[in-house]
């Protein structure tokens, strides 16, 4: 079993940055592919980007590509999301997710076992 804590959200201007943490609990944190989604009101959850278990690779949304940056720190059992040139449109609850292994499609969060309870990103105009 795997916890998930995000923390880091809070309220930005339009241009801004955050960056968000997803602290893990367990021992073999290097084996996960780590995932951040996020839910704006009204609207469906959606892939953010995600980081492939044991240095696969970082892949982004096309929405944010260029803006934010996932890392992950495997001796701290932490990955990170780093967002700048922050939009309103990036206003939602950022969750992150985690599945032991490697995922065929990150952006799917039907492949991700374990989430985080979410953490509140709201980019003023």
């Known amino acids: 079993q795997v916890q998930l804590v995000e923390s880091g959200g809070g309220l930005v201007q339009s241009g801004g940055s955050l960056r968000l943490s997803c602290a893990a609990s367990?021992?073999?944190?290097?084996?996960?592919?780590m995932g951040w989604f996020r839910q704006a009101p009204g609207k469906a959850r959606e892939f953010v980007g995600a980081?492939?278990?044991?240095?696969?690779?970082?892949y982004y949304a096309d929405s944010v590509k260029g803006r934010f940056t996932i890392s992950r720190d495997n001796a701290k059992n932490t990955v990170y999301l780093q967002m700048n040139s922050l939009k309103p449109e990036d206003t939602a609850v950022y969750y992150c997710?985690?599945?032991?292994?490697?995922?065929?499609?990150?952006?799917?969060?039907?492949?991700?076992?374990?989430w985080g309870q979410g953490t509140q990103v709201t980019v003023s105009s």
């Open positions: 997710a985690a599945v032991h292994g490697p995922v065929v499609q990150l952006s799917n969060s039907y492949a991700y076992d374990y």
């Open positions: 980081n492939r278990w044991s240095g696969g690779g970082t």
């Open positions: 367990g021992r073999t944190f290097s084996s996960y592919t």
